[in-house]
């Protein structure tokens, strides 16, 4: 006869290792947690903030067309320009690549991969290469092609302001600067056309070719949701480095009233990005928007 083995239990954990056990807990949770609610606050303050502005209660305000208008049409492209226009917009956002061929394209990613058919970096396509291309929108090819600076410049023909983002990071587009401002003035555009970008040497390059270029600095802060939370001074900036800045244009979630207050203290100026409906908005005293929604703020 054999014995009946009793089934063997696993041995019941030590004090020790419960404890360590909930110590990896907690350090979960915290890991987990504070990003969650870090990402959480940057959007503090569009939550907290009054809501809806009426256009005629804006006073002097401008509202530019983001990517002339994502949301009303293929952005950065000359039908979506055109849509921004029609819509009301008073100035026009685009961004700007160089080609392999050292051409100004108008286009908001590096690459061609989410907005056309096709595939590559832009400097690594020739203009030819990439007019092969065609624009994609909402999953459909379309008749639309990517369109450098010098069509959309011919497109807007001073009907409203043009907002150039220079899109340069590290060593990329050299000479980007001076194409642009010439490719301006072949179109004897100054008057109508400002420039900015996140990118502080793009910014200085440009100011050392033409001081008279109006300049504005698109900001996100490292840590977003500090300033608001914290409304500290070592969120400020230092104006006298931006002292050619005029504007000073704000991704929505990262800025609060008493900084817009303090920027306009120093007689700079305020763009917050990239809001879509006006109803949305935080009712803040700033004096332009860059929604993809130009249509919705009419008064
Ligand atoms: O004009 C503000 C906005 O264009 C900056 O962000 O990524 O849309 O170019 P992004
Ligand atoms: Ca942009």
């Known amino acids: 006869m054999f014995k009946k083995k009793s089934?063997?239990?696993p041995p019941l954990p030590s004090r020790g290792q419960m404890h360590r056990g909930r110590k990896l807990m907690i350090w979960i949770l915290i890991i987990v947690m504070v990003p969650l609610?870090?990402?959480?606050?940057?959007?503090?303050?569009s939550f907290i903030a009054e809501r809806g502005y009426l256009r005629k209660e804006l006073g002097d305000f401008t509202v530019v067309g983001h990517r002339g208008g994502a949301s009303i049409g293929p952005e950065n492209t000359l039908l979506c320009i055109e849509r921004g226009i029609e819509a009301g917009a008073e100035m026009i956002?685009?961004?700007?690549?160089?080609?392999?061929?050292?051409?100004?394209?108008?286009?908001?990613?590096?690459?061609?991969?989410?907005?056309?058919?096709g595939k590559g970096r832009i400097r690594d396509l020739t203009l030819a290469e990439?007019?092969?291309?065609?624009?994609?929108?909402?999953?459909?090819v379309t008749d639309e092609k990517l369109p450098t600076l010098d069509e959309v410049l011919d497109l807007v023909h001073g009907r409203c302001d043009l907002l150039i983002?220079?899109?340069r990071t590290g060593n990329i587009y050299q000479g980007i600067e001076e194409k642009m401002l010439q490719t301006v003035d072949a179109h004897h555009a100054r008057g109508w056309v400002v420039v900015q970008s996140f990118n502080d040497s793009v910014l200085e390059n440009t100011h050392r070719l033409d001081p008279s270029v109006r300049l504005e600095?698109?900001?996100?802060?490292?840590?977003?949701?500090?300033?608001?939370?914290?409304?500290?001074s070592f969120s400020r900036f230092s104006y006298e480095k931006y002292s050619y800045i005029e504007s000073f244009n704000f991704f929505y979630g990262a800025v609060n009233r008493s900084l817009?207050?303090?920027?306009?203290?120093?007689?700079?100026?305020?763009?917050?990005?990239?809001?879509?409906?006006?109803?949305?908005?935080?009712?803040?005293?700033?004096?332009?928007?860059i929604?993809?929604?130009?249509?919705?703020?009419q008064p």
Not at 37 to 45: D, E, G, H, I, Q
Not at 94 to 112: A, Y
């Open 7 to 9: 089934p063997i239990q």
């Open 165 to 167: 983002e220079i899109k």
């Open 130 to 140: 990439i007019k092969r291309l065609n624009v994609v929108y909402k999953g459909k």
């Open 260 to 289: 817009i207050n303090d920027i306009h203290a120093h007689n700079r100026e305020v763009k917050l990005w990239t809001l879509e409906e006006r109803m949305k908005a935080p009712h803040w005293p700033v004096d332009g928007i």
């Open 217 to 232: 600095k698109l900001v996100v802060f490292k840590f977003p949701g500090l300033p608001y939370i914290f409304d500290l």
């Open 291 to 297: 929604t993809n929604r130009p249509d919705d703020w």
């Open 93 to 117: 956002e685009i961004d700007i690549h160089l080609t392999k061929d050292g051409q100004l394209l108008v286009c908001h990613d590096q690459t061609v991969n989410r907005t056309t058919n």
């Open 37 to 45: 609610l870090y990402v959480a606050s940057v959007f503090v303050p």
